[in-house]
Structure formats: structure tokens, C-alpha cells
Antibody, heavy 126, light 111 residues
């Protein structure tokens, strides 16, 4: 059974960048997608973007366009999420999740996340 | 793109059935059969309970069921158990540039 192992907690200064990794243990990404979801303290879930490693291109929520980069290395079964120009509002737990996917239109996909990492806490503070 | 609307809280006694609603628009819930439901216990990662409106992943109890009518999706939990006490989030594909939108979340309390 595949597990997703995320990198450790990070403390960052405003304006800097953070890169979180997510490694599949006990399996590979295979034909699944990897999605990234964040949750600010006491708040709900927010989808940031996703990537289908066999295709290599990522989709991003408009809110994060230009600030987030999601990549995947199939050879090491590791995905990465890099968020730049950090501000205090980016303080959150960041989850990666394996996702089943369906092509909806063009490069738009429906993702449903069936295996989740434990989350990485990112704190942005001066 | 606004979040999908869910009731803030729903409660029920053990053994009862409860239903959580998730209201969107024709650009998301109403336009596609691409609704998922997630359960989240405090301090834990979410867990997929339902995908594509009514499909249950392997290992999820058949006490959980999903449906949709118009712009509103619903999650029903039958035979409510203490372990069902958690936060529940719906999610849908959206044709807007957000691509995927979550609901506001519902806290389920077992009385």
C-alpha cells in the first residue's frame, strides 16, 4: 500500500520561498496524479494545483498562478511544491495527495484524492 | 470562485441518519458529476469517502452514500457512530480558473 512521506516543517521569512517534497513509499505514482492542498489554522481545505507525472504538466488554481510550481520526478517517485513570495497568510499545513483523475476538457482534470500525506507545516513569520 | 456552501454543523444520535448538503452552481456541482467528499478528524489528514458523486472507495463503510440533485450534492451517513464525529468537506470540479473548489466544511457531532 503506497504511503506519501512529506518533508519536515519549515519556518520562512516573508518574501522568501518554500519547497515541500512528497515521496511515494511502498509504491510509485504509476498513472495517478499528485495534488497539493493546504489548510490554514482553523480553516478549511484549499486546492492549490496538481500534476499527472506521466504527462508532466501541472494545473494550478488561479489564486496561486505565478507563485506556485508543482513538479514530479518519476524516477524517484517524488513530487515537489514550491511556493514563492511568501506572506503571513501562507502559514498553513500543506498536504500532498495521490489522486485519481479524469480529463474533463482540454487540460482540465477532475482529481479525487485517495491517499494523503501527513502534511507539512509551513510558518511564515518575520 | 467562492467555496461551495455547507451547513456549519450537523448532529445526530448514534444509530440515526444524517445528511450534509453541499450547494454550488451550474459551473461546478450542477454541471458535472465530479463531486467528492472528505472526512477529517482533528489533527489528521483528510480521507476520501465518496468520489464522482456516489462512488465509495474500497474500505469505506457502506453507511456513507452520496447523491446529487441540481446544484446541490449530499452526503448521507446512516447508522451514525461515535467514530463518524469529524469535519466533512465536499469538493467539485469547476469550469472556472480555480479548477477545483472545496466546500466550507461541516462539523458532525454525535450526541
Amino acid at each position: 500500500q503506497v504511503q506519501l512521506v512529506q518533508s519536515g516543517a519549515e519556518v520562512k521569512k516573508p518574501g522568501s520561498s518554500v519547497k515541500v517534497s512528497c515521496k511515494a513509499s511502498g509504491g510509485t505514482f504509476s498513472s495517478y496524479a499528485i495534488s497539493w492542498v493546504r489548510q490554514a489554522p482553523g480553516q478549511g481545505l484549499e486546492w492549490m494545483g496538481g500534476i499527472i507525472p506521466i504527462f508532466g504538466t501541472a494545473n494550478y488554481a488561479q489564486k496561486f498562478q505565478g507563485r506556485v510550481t508543482i513538479t514530479a520526478d518519476e524516477s524517484t517517485s517524488t513530487a515537489y511544491m514550491e511556493l514563492s513570495s511568501l506572506r503571513s497568510e501562507d502559514t498553513a499545513v500543506y498536504y500532498c495527495a495521490r489522486a485519481g483523475w479524469t480529463a474533463v476538457a482540454g487540460t482540465h482534470y477532475y482529481y479525487y484524492m485517495d491517499v494523503w500525506g501527513k502534511g507539512t507545516t509551513v510558518t511564515v513569520s518575520s | 470562485q467562492s467555496a461551495l456552501t455547507q451547513p456549519a454543523s450537523v448532529s445526530g444520535s448514534p444509530g440515526q441518519s444524517i445528511t450534509i448538503s453541499c450547494t454550488g452552481t451550474s459551473s461546478d456541482v450542477g454541471g458535472y458529476n465530479y463531486v467528492s467528499w472528505y472526512q477529517q478528524h482533528p489533527g489528521k489528514a483528510p480521507k476520501l469517502m465518496i468520489y464522482e458523486v456516489s462512488n465509495r472507495p474500497s474500505g469505506v463503510s457502506n453507511r456513507f452514500s452520496g447523491s446529487k440533485s441540481g446544484n446541490t450534492a449530499s452526503l448521507t451517513i446512516s447508522g451514525l457512530q461515535a467514530e463518524d464525529e469529524a469535519d466533512y468537506y465536499c469538493s467539485s470540479y469547476t469550469s472556472s480558473s480555480t479548477l477545483k473548489v472545496f466546500g466550507t466544511g461541516t462539523k458532525v457531532t454525535v450526541l
